[in-house]
C-alpha cells in the first residue's frame, strides 16, 4: 500500500501564517481561486514557444530578446524566437554527458552588442569547466575556467552575470559532500569571477574564485532589485533550501541539511521538502523569487518584502507540465519556463520538452537594466 505523504513548505526566517500549511494527499498548495497570480504574470494561457527539445538547461537572451538554449546531452545550442523553428547555432565541443552531466548553464555576456560573446559551463570526459566563444564562430572558443572535479551527478552548472558584471557559477559537489567545506577546492561552491576568468581583487578570499561555500548542488542564481543574490540547492533527503548569499558565507553542507541553529553556519531562508520542490533554475522579477521544481513539478512563487524575507510559497502550474528546469525572465518582461520531462527521470508527452512563455498582466513593465555594481547584502 502506498503511504500517504505530508508535505510541508517552511519559511525558516520569517515564518509566515499559513506557510506550512500542507495539503491532504500530498497535493500541491495552489492559488487560491480569486487570487491574483504571482507578479501579474497569466499562468491560464502560455505561449508554446518551442516543442521537441532535448533536456534544455541554460537559457539566456539576446539583445533582441530571442533565446539561446542549451540542450544538456546533445552539446548544442539553439536560438528560439516566438513563431519560428529552434535553430541550431553551435554545438560545444568537448562535451561528455551522462546522469546530471553535459551542457549545463549559459550565459549571454552583458556587454554582447560589443564583444559578442556567449558562456557555456559543461562536464567533458575529465572536469567541469566555463568556455566563453563568439556567437558567429563557436569553433573559436576560450576556456574561462577548468579543471574542477566532475561526476554523474551533483555538478551544479548553473551561470549568470550579476550586476555587478562578474559571472557567477553554482558548483556542485560531485558527490563528495566534504569537499564543499574545503576551501582549497572548488566543489560545493559558488564561485564568483571576472569574465576573462580572473579572480576580482574583493572576492571574500584572496586570490579564490570562491564566493560562498558549504553547498550541496547549486541550480539557481538570481538576483533582486537591491542586488541581493538568492541561491537554491537541493537537499539530499530531508529539505531543499533558497539561500540569500552572503560573501564568505558557509552554509553548512554536509554538517547540516536545511535549518541547523548553528552559529557557524548560514540558514536557509526558506526551506522544502525533495517532493515539493528539487529546485533547479530561479528568476526574481518584480519582487517575487520563482523556482523551477523537477520532482516537485510546479514553479514556486515566493514574494519577497523590502528586506529580502520571504513570505508565503504559491504553486503555479502544479503538475501540468511535469518536470521544471529552468525559469527566466525575458527582456521585454515575459517569463520563460523550459520543461525537464526527456532527462532521464520523467514522463515525457509527445511534445516534450516545451519551452514555456508567460506573459505579464496589464501595467508589468519590463526588467529594469541591470545596476552597475550589486549591493553587498
Known sequence: MRRRVVLAVVTVLAL????????????????????????????????????????PWG????????????????????????????????????????????LLGLAVSPTFRRDRLVYVCFTTASDIRIVRFPLHAPHASQVVLSGVPRAAFHDGGRIAFGPDG?????IGDAGVPTAAQDLAGRNGKILRIRPDGAVPADNPFPG???????????????????????????????????????????????VVEGPGGDPRFRDPVLVWSPAEASPSGAAIADGTLFVAALRGARLWAVPLDAAGRPGT?????????????????????????????????????????????????????????????????
Do not use: C, K
Open 16 to 55: 509566515l501564517p499559513g506557510a506550512a500549511d500542507a495539503v491532504a494527499g500530498g497535493q500541491p498548495p495552489g492559488r487560491p481561486i480569486g487570487q491574483p497570480a504571482a507578479a501579474g504574470f497569466d499562468f491560464t494561457r502560455p505561449q508554446v514557444v518551442a516543442t521537441g527539445l532535448a533536456a
Open 59 to 102: 537559457l539566456d537572451f539576446l539583445p533582441d530578446g530571442s533565446a539561446l538554449v542549451a540542450q544538456r546531452d546533445r552539446g548544442t545550442v539553439l536560438r528560439i524566437r516566438p513563431g519560428r523553428p529552434p535553430r541550431q547555432v553551435a554545438r560545444i565541443a568537448g562535451v561528455v554527458a551522462g546522469g546530471e552531466a553535459g
Open 166 to 170: 562578474m559571472l557567477y557559477a553554482g
Open 208 to 254: 579564490s574564485p570562491v564566493y560562498s561555500y558549504g553547498h550541496r548542488n547549486v541550480q539557481g542564481l538570481a538576483w533582486d532589485a537591491w542586488g541581493r543574490l538568492y541561491a537554491t540547492e537541493f537537499g539530499q533527503s530531508t529539505w531543499d533550501e533558497v539561500n540569500l548569499i552572503v560573501p564568505g558565507g558557509n552554509y553548512g553542507w554536509p
Open 313 to 377: 510559497p504559491v504553486a503555479e502550474l502544479p503538475g501540468r507540465y511535469g518536470r521544471l528546469r529552468t525559469v527566466e525572465r525575458a527582456p521585454d518582461g515575459s517569463l520563460w519556463v523550459a520543461t525537464s520531462n526527456r532527462d532521464g527521470r520523467g514522463t515525457p508527452s509527445p511534445d516534450d520538452d516545451r519551452l514555456l512563455r508567460f506573459t505579464a498582466g496589464a501595467g508589468q513593465p519590463p526588467p529594469p537594466p541591470p545596476t552597475a555594481a550589486a549591493a553587498r547584502p
